[in-house]
């Protein structure tokens, strides 16, 4: 059995939450070019009501380091470090840990538009779904746009 070991953890009420709406989260086992973005993008969001919670899941010393100090600096980050590579598992493991009823799934080489939490929190207040999908934005290395991926609207074409 894999222990789940916490690292920066805060409670909720220290960021002004006792129960967020949204739980944000992500894995992460080793570098690659877009990580630090990735994790900055989402914690500049306009919406910034939400907790964070990153696995880093068999990373390296060094990572675990960095993301300490990261989750040192703003109490919504809370993160666990386990010895188990499988993105599934860790994935699991965070939705366990997380408080908040929704999650938002963010991978560590994508980043966040500035206002998908408050386009997220607005949709969900305006109609409650269990579900809730997003396009894709695509880019390359300089930041530009390339295309787009749109997903199924309407229930039955899903």
């Keep these: 059995m894999t222990k789940l070991t916490s690292g920066q953890s805060t409670s909720t009420e ?19 070019p877009w990580w630090q973005a990735a994790l900055s993008s989402v914690l500049t969001q306009d919406d910034p009501d939400f907790e964070f919670l990153i696995a880093a899941n068999a990373c390296t010393d060094e990572l675990w380091s960095t993301l300490q100090a990261l989750a040192t600096s703003d ?48 949709r969900l207040a305006e109609s409650p779904v269990d579900i809730l999908g997003s396009a894709v934005t695509l880019i390359d290395e300089g930041d530009q746009i390339i295309g787009r991926m749109d997903f199924p609207l309407a229930h039955a074409d899903i």
Excluded: W
């Design 75 to 122: 109490a919504r980050v809370r993160l666990f470090r386990t010895s188990i590579g499988q993105l599934s598992f860790n994935l699991n493991a965070l939705a366990d840990q997380a408080n908040g009823d929704y999650l938002v799934r963010m991978d560590a080489d994508d980043i966040a538009a500035p206002h998908r939490i408050s386009t997220l929190r607005k």
């Design 14 to 32: 220290e960021h002004g939450a006792q129960h967020p709406a949204l739980s944000v989260i992500l894995c992460i086992n080793r570098p690659n």
